[in-house]
């Protein structure tokens, strides 16, 4: 039985060395959890379906004067079309962009 022991002893140390020499294995990390989907609105526009447009469109076209509060919005999920002022998720749209200069005329809507 010496002999066995001696190699099973042996075959334990080269074992356990080459196990100590590889290179630790970096911790699992979490998986990546997915990206919200982007939302994307219809605008009604002189009677007409415009879009999709994502929130950062929709701030440009409220800055410009072509989106307004009273513009009709649409998105997936939603019953209706509905003013955007009434629409939760635009309130950042309309606080970003700035009021009509004092004086000035009222935007013209775009020629249809």
Known sequence: MGFLDD???ELFNKLESFVESQP????????ETPAPP?????VAANGQQTGPFNAEHLKEMAVKGELKKESLVWKTGMPAWLPAAQVTELSAVFASAPPPLP??????????
């Open 24 to 31: 630790a294995k970096p911790a699992a990390s979490a998986p």
């Open 103 to 112: 004086g000035a005329a009222p935007p013209i809507p775009p020629a249809s």
């Open 38 to 42: 982007v939302l994307q609105y219809f």
């Open 7 to 9: 190699i099973k002893g």
